[in-house]
């Protein structure tokens, strides 16, 4: 289980992020908070294993989390959540120690994907990067916007394709079999399939 904090002054925005987040069997909110400072003087009690924080909150912003978790925690993964795609902005977040920074818009399967990513040791200074040069792919657009997949989920059909069974995907990308099973559901879900053999089938046209 992953244990996320999120700091957001937007309510909306973090009311419907937990919930999101809560679809996932492996990820669990353990705490919502309006600004940094309630955030950092919650976890020095209860850590969580991964924070995400919005930049712009009262009394303490995402710096102040970003360097606070650093400095005091540096086990914690942080990952920035951001409506600002400026590079100084994002470069600053970098040079502080962030682990991943994730623009507001993204698609929430790529949130999903980070958040695992990180908390599995993987650091991505480049994720923001790595999602445009992704998007360069015509057939990847093509793929991805038709189902609603995330990169990693595309990733994961080609080795089910390839006959790959879950602890030998899992031991390629580094991840738990626990993680690899969530997003076969996920998978399966999305292209309406309930076994390898219906998934197989719907792709085997695509040239992944």
């Not at 606070?68 to 977040?93: F, G, Q, R, T, W």
Request: charged residues 30%; negative net charge; hydrophobic residues 40%.
């Amino acid at each position: 289980m992953i244990r996320i904090a999120l700091a957001d002054d937007h309510k909306l925005f973090a009311k419907g992020l937990e919930g999101l987040l809560e679809e996932y069997d492996d990820l669990l909110i353990t705490g919502l908070y309006p600004n940094g400072k309630e955030l950092v003087d919650e976890i020095a009690t209860d850590l969580p294993d991964v924070i995400l924080t919005d930049l712009n909150m009262p009394v303490l912003d995402g710096f102040g989390v970003l360097e606070y978790a650093k400095k005091n925690h540096p086990e914690i993964k942080v990952v920035v959540l951001s409506m600002y795609d400026e590079e100084k902005i994002y470069k600053k977040c970098m040079h502080d120690g962030a682990d991943a920074f994730v623009l507001k818009d993204a698609d929430p399967d790529e949130l999903v994907y980070t958040i695992h990513e990180v908390f599995e040791g993987r650091h991505l200074p480049n994720f923001q990067r790595v999602i445009q040069q992704a998007n360069q792919s015509s057939f990847f657009d093509a793929f991805r916007e038709k189902f609603k997949l995330s990169r990693r989920e595309v990733q994961i059909i080609k080795l089910i394709k390839e006959g790959r069974q879950n602890k030998e995907i899992a031991d390629d990308l580094s991840l738990s079999v626990q993680t690899i099973e969530t997003h076969r559901k996920n998978i399966h879900s999305k292209l309406q399939v309930s076994s390898r053999i219906e998934l197989v089938n719907k792709v085997q046209d695509m040239h992944l």
